[in-house]
């Protein structure tokens, strides 16, 4: 069977043509940067005082301290000085403001001033404020001292996030060339699936179950940035071909949930054929997810995954995002190599990818019933790597991927109830 590793290679062959566009920078937070973004000017464009006080000219090197500095004007952030300040003068200076040559700026609490008539006079009353030198300028950011025109500031392929967005700003971008992310087609297949029950309804006491897997899709899309829509397909051959035809014609990437293992109305594969996708792989050899599919139509991709709810969320992690990287418009999976909290064993014989929660001591496993247990996994913020039959003992370095949207916050996760003792407990 396929190997998760050999899985993920398949995937990053992949080559796509990725599209690319325009937007306010605005409109720019948490897209993909397409072109570099440089500096318009030189950061700053001007030698700029870092606080409020009197930018003053000393005396040439060697001789001796003026006893008071004669104020010839003052400045105001945003504007120029238009004359020139001569040794023993000094101009009145605000934070941001364009510094005159070959002058130091002395803060006002380091200020005795005096006023006589229309005359204004300053003294510095604190020489550790004086640079050794005129040339040693003090409280003064020199021009390209942050950056020269033309320095990238933000690489193509960076995530903008509110501090690269205001970067770019700065470099006088007004917008940016982004990437197009890729558009989703979510369609959770499964006749058990009970439609939403009305408000104030009694819980549903059939066999039927609520779809937490196309709200759980949805939201994974809505936290990468990515247009999305949903629908739901029965188990009937013609109806899921169907749909699966009208989610193509608007979508580059269909995922489906459920109807691709080996049961009777197990039917995504079969249909995604019949549409002429050709298949990519089906199973990977891990835990939870094995069955699940990938097939491609050109430029044009259905992912097929299993129907258990953490089936779902793993190999939305696992194996979609990835695929959803390779289009360009998204940021790919950022895995964290923490230290184990607890001693864990996976017994299996498959890689283990159990959800976790990462606390101030490290990875801690969430106890689980299997992929069917969704609570459980709300209750992680992360998945754990686990190999085959393998120990992690306290403090080993082990790999995790946190979930998509989250923080890694205590307040971001779900709450797991009391549950009975289990009698049988492998520990994966």
């Not at 409109?27 to 973004?37: F, G, P, S, T």
């Not at 950061?43 to 004669?70: E, H, N, S, V």
């Not at 933000?154 to 690269?164: E, S, Y």
Request: with cysteine; hydrophobic share 45%; proline share 9%.
């Amino acid at each position: 069977m396929l190997t998760y590793d050999d899985a993920i290679a398949l995937i990053d062959a992949i080559a796509l043509r990725r599209q690319i566009e325009r937007v306010g920078i605005d409109h720019a937070y948490n897209r993909i940067l397409a072109e570099d973004v440089r500096l318009g000017r030189d950061q700053p464009p001007f030698d700029r005082a870092t606080m409020d006080g009197y930018a003053i000219a000393l005396p040439p090197a060697g001789a001796p301290p003026f006893p008071r500095y004669r104020v010839v004007g003052s400045i105001m952030a945003g504007a120029v000085y238009s004359g020139t300040v001569a040794p023993g003068q000094a101009v009145r200076i605000m934070t941001g403001a364009p510094c005159p040559a070959g002058t130091t700026v002395v803060p006002i609490e380091a200020i005795d001033r005096h006023s006589s008539g229309d005359a204004e006079s300053v003294a510095v009353t604190d020489p550790k404020m004086l640079p050794p030198s005129p040339a040693q300028r003090r409280n003064v950011a020199l021009r390209a001292q942050d950056g020269a025109a033309g320095a990238v500031v933000v690489c193509a392929g960076t995530r903008l996030t509110p501090v690269t967005i205001s970067v770019s700003a700065m470099a006088g971008a007004r917008d940016l060339a982004v990437i197009v992310p890729p558009r989703l087609a979510i369609v959770t297949t499964g006749d058990e699936l009970a439609a939403p029950p009305a408000s104030g309804t009694a819980a549903d006491a059939s066999a039927r179950i609520h779809d937490s897997n196309g709200p759980l899709l949805s939201a994974f899309a809505a936290a990468l940035g990515l247009p999305h829509s949903r629908t739901r397909a029965p188990d009937d051959a013609n109806a899921l071909q169907a749909e699966l035809g009208n989610a193509a014609a608007i979508a580059d990437i269909v995922v489906t949930t459920g109807g691709v293992s080996a049961g009777d109305k197990d039917l995504v594969p079969t249909a995604a054929a019949a549409l002429g996708y050709q298949t990519v792989f089906h199973h990977i050899a891990l835990q939870p997810g094995k069955p699940v599919f990938l097939a491609r139509k050109g430029d044009r991709f259905i992912v097929g995954l299993p129907g258990n709810p953490v089936s779902v969320l793993a190999t939305a992690h696992l194996v979609l995002w990835p695929l959803l990287a390779r289009f360009g418009g998204v940021a790919g999976p950022a895995w964290k190599t923490l230290p184990m909290a607890v001693d864990w064993r996976n017994r299996g014989d498959r890689r283990l990818f159990l959800p976790a929660m990462i606390t101030r001591m490290g990875v801690e496993p969430i106890a689980w019933n299997g992929s069917g247990d969704l609570i459980a996994a709300g209750a992680g913020d992360c998945l754990l790597d686990l190999a085959p039959r393998s120990t992690c003992e306290p403090g080993v370095m082990v790999r995790v991927l946190p979930y998509v949207g989250g923080q890694n916050a205590e307040r971001e996760r779900g709450v797991l109830p009391e549950r009975p003792a289990r009698t049988n407990d492998r520990r994966n």
